[in-house]
């Protein structure tokens, strides 16, 4: 049974750029959550998807958008990077019951340089 | 807003010793509380979970914390740590605030075990 799945590893882009991160769930998870973790620090909340729709946001600016496609993958998207957006980038996988999210499964992360 | 403190950014300990990592949280209504360790080169894997029942809950690999709902902490603890103990290790929170979807983390402690 795969777990969660995040592509690239890694990326490196310049500022200005724009960039896509991709995530594929667990097996049978529907619901795909993003979180940032900058150096030394822990992961911080991004968004969350259920039913191809962000359920939930965390405090970033709009230049961060994602989506979820009917097979419960997801992107995260990052426009007009910022020296600051370098960091890894986690995707958490789990289900809903009765609106709340079970545990957590976190993929590997793709690490963005921001040159 | 929900926030999560971890006391010590870097501990060291020998093998055999016993650990403590010390976790607070800020927030006053229900919680779910989670302690989460990510080995080098590692994905973050779940160590132990408190949702409600007895305050001092058992994990893997010998870990347990306990949930002192007064003083807002949920402390680590292992008796006799191990060298594959190394690891950083991360306090989060999951708090009804407009959603009860998302964990908020601590900055994590690096655990350093010597032989």
């Known amino acids: 049974d795969a777990g969660v799945t995040q592509s690239p590893t890694h990326l490196i882009k310049t500022r200005g750029q724009q960039v896509t991160l991709r995530c594929s769930p667990k097996s049978g998870h529907d619901t795909v959550s993003w979180y940032q973790q900058a150096l030394g620090q822990g992961p911080q909340f991004i968004f969350q998807?259920?039913?191809?729709?962000?359920?939930q946001r965390g405090n970033f600016p709009d230049r961060f958008s994602g989506h979820q496609f009917p097979n419960y993958s997801s992107e995260l998207n990052v426009n007009a990077l910022l020296l600051g957006d370098s960091a890894l980038y986690l995707c958490?996988?789990?289900?809903?019951?009765?609106?709340?999210?079970?545990?957590?499964?976190f993929g590997p992360g793709t690490r963005l340089t921001v040159l | 807003a929900q926030s999560v403190s971890q006391h010590n950014h870097h501990v060291i300990l020998s093998e055999a010793a016993s650990l403590e990592l010390g976790c607070n949280y800020s927030?006053?209504?229900?919680?779910?509380l989670f302690w989460y360790v990510q080995y080098p080169g590692q994905h973050l894997q779940l160590l132990l979970k408190y949702f409600s029942g007895d305050p001092l809950v058992k994990g893997i690999k010998g870990f347990e914390a306990e949930f002192i709902k007064s003083k807002f902490s949920f402390n680590l603890r292992k008796p006799s740590v191990q060298w594959s103990d190394t690891a950083e290790y991360f306090c989060?929170?999951?708090?009804?605030?407009?959603?009860?979807?998302?964990?908020?983390f601590g900055a994590g402690t690096r655990l350093a075990v010597h032989p």
């Open positions: 989060a929170v999951r708090g009804y605030s407009g959603g009860y979807n998302k964990l908020i």
């Open positions: 998807y259920y039913e191809e729709e962000e359920r």
């Open positions: 927030y006053g209504g229900t919680v779910n």
């Open positions: 958490a996988s789990s289900t809903l019951t009765s609106g709340r999210v079970n545990e957590q499964f």
